[in-house]
C-alpha cells in the first residue's frame, strides 16, 4: 500500500484568494486523482492527473478553477482559484494500488479547507 | 452524478451489535469496494469483491454481492466504539481506468 501525505491539513482562506494543496507519494505512481468532499457528502472526483500530460477533468470542474500540476510520479498538487464559501470542503488525493485491474485506491489524510 | 445509493444514510447501534449498510448501484461493475472514513479524514480501504464473488469475509467484515440486483451489503459483526465513521462503497467505472464512483455512504455512530 502507499502512504499519502497532503499539505495542509486545514486552512481558512479568505473570499478571492487561491489555495495550493500538496500531495506526496511514497512511491511512483502513474494516475493520481483529486476528489472533493463537500460538508455531509459523498466524494465527488475532480480530476486525475497523469504525469507529463495534462490533468482529465470531470463534468463540472474546469481547469482555470482547479488547475493540477504533475511535475513527476510522486507528488501532485491542486489549486483552488478565485475561492468562494461554495468551495469549502475537504480535497483529497489518491492512488492506485493493490491487485492491477481492481482499482483499489490509497488516500491521503485529506485537506480541510474554509473558505470565509 | 453518483453511481449509487446507500441506506440507511445514519445508523446508531450499541456496542456489541451488528451493523449491516446496503449499497445499490447502476451500471455493470469489475468490482465493488468499501471505505471507511473517520470525522472527515481520508479514506481506508477496507474490502473489494470481484463481480463473480457473492460473498467476501475479512476479519469482522462480511460483504455481499448481489449483480442480479445491483446492490451489496456490508456487515460489521459485534460492533466497537471504534467503528464510528462513514462508510462508502465505490465501483470502478467500466473502461476509464481507476475513476471510481462513490455511494453516498452511511453514518454508523456505535455506542460504548
Known amino acids: 500500500s502507499a502512504v499519502i501525505s497532503q499539505k495542509p491539513s486545514r486552512d481558512i482562506c479568505q473570499r478571492g484568494t487561491s489555495l495550493t494543496i500538496q500531495c506526496q507519494v511514497d512511491s511512483q505512481v502513474t494516475m493520481m486523482f483529486w476528489y472533493r468532499q463537500q460538508p455531509g457528502q459523498s466524494l465527488t472526483l475532480i480530476a486525475t492527473?497523469?504525469?507529463?500530460?495534462?490533468?482529465?477533468?470531470e463534468s463540472g470542474f474546469v481547469i482555470d478553477k482547479f488547475p493540477i500540476s504533475r511535475p513527476n510520479l510522486t507528488f501532485s498538487t491542486l489549486t483552488v482559484s478565485n475561492m468562494s464559501p461554495e468551495d469549502s470542503s475537504i480535497y483529497l488525493c489518491?492512488?492506485?494500488?493493490?491487485?492491477?485491474?481492481?482499482?483499489?485506491?490509497?488516500f491521503g489524510p485529506g485537506t480541510r479547507l474554509t473558505v470565509l | 452524478s453518483q453511481q449509487g445509493e446507500e441506506d440507511p444514510q445514519a445508523l446508531s447501534i450499541q456496542e456489541g451489535e451488528n451493523a449491516t449498510m446496503n449499497c445499490s448501484y447502476k451500471t455493470s461493475i469489475n468490482n465493488l469496494q468499501w471505505y471507511r472514513q473517520n470525522s472527515g479524514r481520508g479514506l481506508v480501504h477496507l474490502i473489494l469483491?470481484?463481480?463473480?464473488?457473492r460473498e467476501k469475509h475479512s476479519g469482522r467484515l462480511r460483504v455481499t454481492l448481489d449483480t442480479s440486483k445491483k446492490s451489496s451489503s456490508l456487515l460489521i459483526t459485534a460492533s466497537r466504539a471504534a467503528d464510528t465513521a462513514s462508510y462508502f462503497c465505490?465501483?470502478?467505472?467500466?473502461?476509464?481506468?481507476?475513476?471510481?464512483?462513490f455511494g453516498q455512504g452511511t453514518e454508523l455512530s456505535v455506542k460504548p
Open positions: 489518491s492512488v492506485e494500488g493493490g491487485v492491477k485491474g481492481l482499482y483499489e485506491q490509497f
Open positions: 465505490a465501483t470502478p467505472i467500466y473502461n476509464q481506468g481507476g475513476k471510481l464512483i
Open positions: 492527473a497523469n504525469q507529463g500530460s495534462e490533468a482529465t477533468y
Open positions: 469483491i470481484r463481480s463473480n464473488e
